[in-house]
């Protein structure tokens, strides 16, 4: 009878020599193909919104808006195409897609290396399929993704922007690095630096966070939204367990709560953000935030639940329903804390209502260290 030992022996007999060289390689080419498919995904991306941005503009008789006609046609469009196409088509990114064709007209796409290009795509009937390749040629223009020229369309300074367009394209900086850079105001600190060049090398040295995979790249919102993707999301093991016992408990209490979503996302400025829970309850007729943290509770945690309920009382609320309200959930090991946010809402009164009306903080953090410890019991680690 042949043992195990010997058999997995053979095995690893038969692997030949240079394995690792195989096997190095194998993921070589498969991490650059991947950043090779992002960045097709985004250029294509980039060009079909930069065409829509012509569209609108055009429609708009060459950018110049008659009083409320622009804002009607976008409101509209917007409505239309997110019926037919899901997300993606919001007001605001309708907006900066005719904002992305007024920076960045045919004349300045005629001086890139695709050449008349764009001069042939302004000619063309998109619909038909010179058209179709005109659109895919034109994506050589584009180099920066997507998610990269809405940023750069938030600086209002012109040469500011255009400065930190260069330095992207020279450095090949990755969106986050974009990101930190405009955030640091590095344009201005170059130009009041005396040893700019200095200034510009420092700035081109990315630092570890500044990283983007092939898989983010992907997972990019614009990404997942213009290719109708899931959002996915990701979190612990632990983390996710917590969340599903937290859904079920609070719709177990038998205090009103209907569930409306998880891992809800929304975009503040150019930043993504999601909430764990969201629910509505029906008796104070509002919606009720719950954000759920793994360590202590800190001031800019606070701050961001303020933040959600800023954004839900403009985007999520009804007309006749009450401000929303958060419930901070921090399931720190061993000294949970339960904490609503109410300090937004518009008196006293309300916000003692609405105390009287929700679960008390107490039982909520007994039940966040009971299921903390089970599920540390059973296996789950954050």
Known sequence: MVSKASTAA???????????????????????????????????????YWEIGRRIV???????RRAGYGEQLIERLSADLSARFGRGFGV??????????????????????????????????????????????LAQAFVLPWSAYVRLLSVQDAHARQFYEAEALRGGWSVRQLDRQIGSQFYERTALSKDKSSMLAKGAMPKPEDAVTPGDAIKDPYVLEFLDLKDEYSESDLEEALILRLQDFLLELGEGF???????????????????????????????IVDLKLGSLT????????????????????????????????????????????????????????????????????????ARRLLESSGLNA
């Open 10 to 48: 053979g095995k690893l007999a038969a692997i030949p020599p240079s394995y690792a060289d195989i096997h190095d390689g194998i993921v070589v080419l498969l991490d650059t193909a991947r950043q090779a498919a992002a960045r097709s995904v985004n250029a294509v991306m980039t060009t079909s």
């Open 58 to 64: 055009e429609a708009e008789q060459k950018g110049q």
């Open 92 to 137: 605001n990114n309708l907006e900066n897609m005719r904002r992305f064709f007024l920076s960045y007209p045919l004349a300045k796409i005629s001086q890139t290396p695709s050449g008349n290009l764009g001069k042939d795509i302004a000619v063309g009937n998109s619909q038909t399929p010179s058209g179709i390749s005109c659109l895919s040629d």
């Open 258 to 288: 209907t569930f409306v979503g998880r891992q809800r996302r929304l975009r503040i400025d150019q930043t993504w953000y999601r909430v764990d829970l969201l629910f509505f309850h029906r008796e104070l007729r509002c919606l009720v």
């Open 299 to 370: 001031h800019a945690d606070v701050g961001q639940m303020h933040m959600y309920c800023n954004y839900a009382k403009a985007h999520w609320t009804y007309a006749d329903e009450n401000p929303p309200v958060g419930l901070i959930l921090c399931a720190d090991k061993g000294q949970a804390l339960a904490r609503y946010a109410l300090d937004g809402l518009p008196t006293q009164v309300m916000a003692a209502n609405y105390r009287t009306v929700l679960p008390d903080a107490e039982l909520l953090q007994k039940e966040l260290n009971a």
